[in-house]
């Protein structure tokens, strides 16, 4: 596509229930990057891919929290037994740089609201 | 870790020119990243600064003095379409040899007319 595309764009949830949000890099991007923004906070770093593996799972905040990317292309970032304080808008990047980060190109995010 | 601080708000009238400032500290230097994003869409790329000096693009300038840990986003001539955040990122060396952008807060910058 032109762009990455994340989907859902909205997503509500109930406290303990599990959700999945996909982020769809641009064509032949190498790298994909999961961040997440709260409010009134900076972007926070979750984890990063080069092709299909994670050399630096250092962000995620929880072993609620893991992804996967498969054909070097599609991720998901799955969140087990969700909490309120998952409430964010997460957000996926896509880069033809290998461990560079320069011009990384977001996805408009997912909002996650935990009930 | 990385430590970058910017202003949270900051408010101009269209036509004017307004600087938002950054500083960061870092064990290492790698460049310093400016990106836009306005409410409820995708941040994008404004500017990479990685020697010292004023890069010029339009409208927008972005300066750094890696010396001073310092750097700055000049917007000229604004536009009310330039209400919008503006974070400022470096990128930090992680043990794995990955760099990860780290960002600020964001400044909220607000154009009245």
């Known amino acids: 596509g032109a762009g990455v595309s994340q989907s859902p764009s909205n997503k509500v949830t109930e406290k303990g229930k599990d959700v999945e949000l996909r982020c769809d890099p641009i064509?032949?991007?190498?790298?994909l990057y999961w961040y997440r923004q709260s409010l009134g906070q900076g972007l926070e770093f979750l984890i990063y891919?080069?092709?299909?593996?994670?050399?630096?799972k250092s962000g995620l905040p929880s072993d609620r929290f893991s992804a996967e990317r498969t054909g070097g292309s599609v991720s998901t970032l799955t969140i087990q037994r969700t909490q309120q304080e998952d409430s964010a808008v997460y957000l996926c990047?896509?880069?033809?740089?290998?461990?560079?980060?320069?011009?990384?190109?977001f996805g408009s995010g997912t909002q996650l609201s935990v009930l | 870790g990385q430590n970058i601080d910017q202003p949270t708000e900051m408010t101009a009238t269209e036509g004017a020119i307004v600087q938002i400032n950054c500083t960061y500290q870092?064990?290492?230097?790698?460049?310093l990243f400016w990106y836009q994003q306005h409410a409820g869409e995708a941040p994008t790329f404004l500017s990479y600064?990685?020697?010292?000096g004023l890069e010029e693009k339009g409208r927008f300038s972005s300066f750094l003095s890696r010396s001073k840990g310092y750097s700055y986003l000049l917007l000229k001539e604004l536009q009310m379409k330039d209400s919008a955040s503006y974070l400022c990122?470096?990128?930090?060396?992680?043990?794995?040899?990955?760099?990860?952008?780290?960002f600020g807060t964001g400044t909220r910058l607000l154009v009245s007319p």
């Open positions: 990047a896509s880069s033809p740089y290998r461990d560079r980060n320069e011009k990384l190109f």
């Open positions: 064509s032949g991007h190498t790298a």
């Open positions: 891919f080069q092709g299909n593996s994670a050399p630096d």
């Open positions: 870092t064990s290492g230097f790698n460049g």
């Open positions: 600064n990685v020697l010292d």
């Open positions: 990122a470096a990128p930090e060396l992680m043990n794995t040899g990955f760099q990860k952008l780290v």
